[in-house]
């Protein structure tokens, strides 16, 4: 494991401006965000209580994501299983 270090806290502050207003609007909430070099993880719960969690990859992930989905794909294909890949409009590829 690698000594980067991880950014943590237990709550989030969201400050948004309305483009049509110019009114800003500010709330803090209590989601945990966890930062690294390849992703940041926003946790809390949904409207049931229930543990929720989004994940947004970060620019030095997309090499990587896409070298185990190539590493995937050929031992799948050396299978003879059809894989299908999604771009983000949804679209087959």
């Given amino acids: 494991m690698s000594d980067e270090r991880i950014f943590r806290a237990n709550k989030v502050t969201i400050m948004a401006q309305d483009e049509t207003t110019g009114e800003t609007f500010l709330t803090s909430l209590p989601i945990e ?5 390849y992703m940041i993880v926003l946790t809390g ?25 190539e590493k995937e794909m050929f031992k799948k294909n050396k299978a003879n299983k059809i894989i299908h890949l999604f771009r983000n409009n949804d679209t087959e590829t």
């Fill in 33 to 37: 965000l966890k930062v690294n070099k």
């Fill in 45 to 69: 719960e949904d409207s049931y209580g229930n543990k929720s969690e989004i994940a947004f990859l970060r620019e030095p992930a997309i090499p990587l994501l896409r070298e185990v989905i």
